[in-house]
T-cell receptor
Framework: DQQVKQNSPSLSVQEGRISILNCDYT??????FLWYKKYPAEGPTFLIS???IKDKNEDGRFTVFLNKSAKHLSLHIVPSQPGDSAVYFC??????WGGGADGLTFGKGTHLIIQP | KAGVTQTPRYLIKTRGQQVTLSCSPI?????VSWYQQTPGQGLQFLFE???????NKGNFPGRFSGRQFSNSRSEMNVSTLELGDSALYLC????????????FGSGTQLSVL
């Protein structure tokens, strides 16, 4: 049973426009949510995170929104750039440090393609 | 600061063999976690080590094991390899200062023939 779901396996966005990646979760014990970016043959790179006490966190072109009542979060990238083409993973944790008892629980990823 | 280093990058084994993968965490990071990435299952948590002790374990069979040394370097071992063990094995390190963030290495791509 998937506790973190990314329902869009792929997403194509024009360069300069906004990219919106979505993620849903089922476990109400999750308190921390992270987004990772992954290029082929490389490990995931941390992008941005948010704790459950917030509903928004920004870092440059990246903003994560959290809707706890809907158990939904989204990553906005504005403006989208060619280098943003990668697989994006949503992850969740019930604890503050290193994922805790169950580690980080990951979604299966969304392949973002930025069209020139 | 050097990142998380995993060796080897690629490995080919046959069914029934065993394999050992190595991970050197970021300097100062004492927690090391291992994840398995497959196309069908995504990234799944294997186990986490802290101060040479396995602190947490995911839902994998006993053929998957690991250890951590006093310098925080970690190894994971898979015995009696099966075809389904073919995957990218990722190591991640963290510290209290990094909070919920894990820092991943580039992984070891294991192919079981």
């Amino acid at each position: 049973d998937q506790q973190v779901k990314q329902n869009s396996p792929s997403l194509s966005v024009q360069e300069g426009r906004i990219s919106i990646l979505n993620c849903d979760y089922t476990n109400s014990m999750f308190d921390y949510f992270l987004w990772y970016k992954k290029y082929p043959a490389e490990g995931p790179t941390f992008l941005i995170s948010i704790s459950s006490i917030k509903d928004k966190n920004e870092d440059g072109r990246f903003t994560v929104f959290l809707n706890k009542s809907a158990k939904h979060l989204s990553l906005h990238i504005v403006p989208s750039q060619p280098g943003d083409s990668a697989v994006y993973f949503c992850a969740a944790s019930a604890t503050r440090w290193g994922g805790g008892a169950d580690g980080l629980t990951f979604g299966k990823g969304t392949h973002l393609i930025i069209q020139p | 600061k050097a990142g998380v280093t995993q060796t080897p990058r690629y490995l080919i084994k046959t069914r029934g063999q065993q394999v050992t993968l190595s991970c050197s965490p970021i300097s100062g990071h004492r927690s090391v976690s291992w994840y398995q990435q497959t196309p069908g299952q995504g990234l799944q948590f294997l186990f986490e080590y802290f101060s040479e002790t396995q602190r947490n374990k995911g839902n994998f069979p006993g053929r998957f094991s690991g250890r951590q040394f006093s310098n925080s370097r970690s190894e994971m071992n898979v015995s009696t390899l099966e075809l389904g063990d073919s995957a990218l094995y990722l190591c991640a390190s963290s510290s209290p200062n990094s909070g919920e963030k894990l820092f991943f290495g580039s992984g070891t791509q294991l192919s079981v023939l």
